[in-house]
């Protein structure tokens, strides 16, 4: 009975648009605290960014009736990119499923209906989504700290605690680390050196990090290491060989097109604040509204980093920006501009 539940799970999340799914048992995750722990040693100017990471590792002080824990995967990678997008915004942010218009969206929450129709009480998320993912058997550890599936690393995991005992699978800790031995082009090519040693990160130099939670401007050094990335970076990925042709472009992202002209830098730079809560703050809701400064902050180190004279001028024109952190951004800039 237990293990055709179960396979009826499976089978629904596939109907409704889920590329993987598995299951296991509702455990604390040891595993991903320890290395928490290792993080915060090694890197103690960021404990803040991580000590909050840390209740990710209990399942059952969120849910202490859950039982199983169910982990669904999508892949990101079949989507169309826009032109020039990409130097600019990690692609997981492009292609988000939780956005209402997306079918992953729907998908999501019917197969949440699905589970609570069978009966099933459900706390969605709020654990460590890549080691359920690892431990259920979908996929394997890249150096990165990326999960590696069959489609790359270009996937979203969800999850669902449950309080029904269902079938598990079995996790075959031979298979967590997927990386070639003597590869290691995610560390050698990551810009703010972030990402130092193998299966290890200091989030506090990560630009995802850095270009939508900043509360602060990054340092000079920081910001000519960040390029032209405005949300989010795919460095990492984009060089691993793991990732070499998994991209497909099948398809659109429903509503991204009407989005492109609204995401170039100059656009962003002179943009209103009206226009950045009600057309970009909804989509793109890491950078929060009281931070709608760092939009343009960022905008404007992208310019700087891009090398490009045309920005020059609309930099210059922000010098003179009513909010202090973009003008600090913008008087900077200028000061180091070098003509290309």
Same mark, same amino acid.
């Given at each position: 009975m237990q293990? &055709?539940?179960? %396979?009826?799970?499976?089978?629904?999340?596939?109907?409704?648009?889920?590329?993987?799914?598995?299951?296991? /048992?509702?455990?604390s995750f040891k595993e991903y605290s320890k290395y928490l722990n290792m993080r915060v040693e090694k890197f103690p100017s960021s404990t803040h960014l991580y000590k909050?990471?840390?209740n990710l590792a209990e399942p059952l002080e969120k849910a202490d009736w859950g039982k199983s824990i169910i982990v669904c995967i999508r892949r990101y990678n079949k989507y169309k990119i826009p032109k020039n997008l990409s130097k600019f915004f990690?692609?997981?942010?492009?292609?988000?499923? =939780?956005?209402?218009n997306s079918k992953e969206y729907f998908g999501n929450i019917l197969f949440t209906?699905?589970? !609570?129709?069978?009966?099933?009480?459900?706390?969605? &998320?709020?654990? %460590?989504? =890549?080691?359920?993912?690892?431990?259920?058997?979908?996929?394997?550890?890249?150096?990165?700290?990326f999960v590696y %599936?069959?489609?790359?690393?270009?996937?979203?995991? &969800?999850?669902?605690?449950?309080?029904? !005992?269902?079938?598990?699978?079995? /996790?075959?800790p031979s298979e967590m680390d997927s990386c070639p031995e003597n590869c290691h082009k995610c560390i050698e090519a990551c810009p703010t050196k972030a990402l130092c040693e193998e299966y290890t990160m200091d989030r506090g130099s990560c630009i995802a990090q850095l270009s939508f939670f900043s509360s602060e401007l990054p340092s000079k050094e920081l910001r000519d =290491?960040?390029? %032209?990335?405005?949300?989010?970076? &795919?460095?990492?990925?984009?060089?691993?060989?793991?990732?070499?042709?998994k991209w497909s472009e099948e398809e659109d992202f429903p509503g991204l097109d009407d989005m492109v002209s609204f995401l170039s830098l100059e656009q962003i730079l002179t943009m209103d604040e009206n226009t950045l809560l009600n057309i970009i703050y909804p989509r793109f809701s890491y950078i929060s509204k009281d931070r709608i400064w760092l939009w343009k902050c960022n905008a404007i180190r992208a310019m700087v980093n891009s090398r490009d004279n045309r920005y020059y001028d609309l930099i210059k024109d922000a010098c003179k920006d009513d909010n202090a952190k973009i003008k600090a951004m913008a008087i900077s800039a200028c000061k180091h501009w070098i003509k290309c």
């Open positions: 293990e &055709d539940f179960s %396979t009826k799970i499976k089978k629904k999340a596939f109907e409704l648009g889920y590329d993987l799914c598995g299951i296991i /048992e509702a455990n909050n990471l840390f990690g692609k997981v942010y492009l292609f988000d499923g =939780r956005l209402p209906e699905y589970l !609570k129709e069978k009966g099933m009480k459900t706390y969605e &998320d709020g654990i %460590t989504a =890549r080691w359920a993912a690892v431990k259920a058997g979908l996929g394997s550890f890249g150096k990165n700290n %599936t069959k489609f790359g690393s270009f996937v979203w995991i &969800d999850t669902w605690i449950v309080d029904f !005992k269902l079938k598990y699978d079995k /996790e075959n =290491r960040m390029g %032209t990335w405005m949300y989010g970076c &795919d460095v990492c990925q984009n060089v691993c060989p793991m990732n070499k042709g």
